[in-house]
């Protein structure tokens, strides 16, 4: 089922108002600059309006049009309601604490050139930027998860993840290998872990571009294998009730102990059953609640 008022509680934090009945939210227009509430979105069907600029568009093409994103990463942006645990302001944690390159030495560990993509005149850096438009991207994840380059590593977009462990992905099929990374452990990584304490629902991925296509309260295990460090925070989150597993083919056996784990404990679990694809490239999906029956079937196929 599609949603917008996840999407508005996200990008729109301070300045909404609702009608009486909650069928329309009413924000300051990004396309016009009003400040007073111009724009109505509809929550309960697909309109979108601004009495000011005379604006409309679908809920798909605003997503698009705010977030510039592709039309398949936008749609993801429909699909989830991620809510603050503490109920503090979305826009303030996410400036204040996700993702940002600490001054604990964090910068330091990633490769020596190691140079951020944001206003960088490199043309290398160009040629990474374009991938990364043509992946759906913008500047507002390029910002968001400080995404940079290395001379020593080229033509990889290189993505801080965690504790110094980072990743460097090709942007052309033909260099292999796909990912770089480091030579330390990787055990207990996880791209976007702060999620784990912002959220009371989130979303598991396998990649990190996955994970930005989904949203801020999506981590990546940034490789196929669930192991048991990671298991381990992710189940421990006090925070988190509700566990949505984006679940590519042919990965129920690698996640299945995990989500069993998860049932176990009383989370409540859901499987995002991609048929094609993945996150970051498609929204073929069936959504699944995990139970005896879902875990059946998928184990028969």
Sequence with gaps: MLRIDGFIDRYFPDNVWYNAERTDVSVGCPFCGDTKKH??????????HCFRCDYKASWIQFVMDVTKLSYYSAMNELYYKPRLADGESMLAKLH????????NGTLARLPDDFELLVGNANPLAGAIRGYIEKRGFGDYHIKKYNL???????????MPIEDGYWQGRAIFDWLQPRYINPKSTARSVIFNGKALEMYDEIVVCEGAFSAMAVGSN?????????????QYRILNSTNVRKIIVALE???FDSMQMFMDRAVAIGKEVVVWKYNTGDPADSVDFEVLQYNLR???TLTME
């Excluded at 204040?96 to 001054?103: A, D, F, G, R, W």
């Design 218 to 230: 999506a981590i990546a295990l940034i490789g196929k294998e669930m192991t048991k460090e990671k």
């Design 96 to 103: 204040n604490e996700t993702n940002v390159l600490e001054k």
């Design 249 to 251: 083919r042919g990965a």
């Design 294 to 296: 879902t875990r059946v």
């Design 39 to 48: 724009l109505v979105v509809s929550l309960v069907k697909s309109a979108v």
């Design 148 to 158: 940079g380059m290395s001379t020593r590593y080229p033509l990889r977009v290189i």
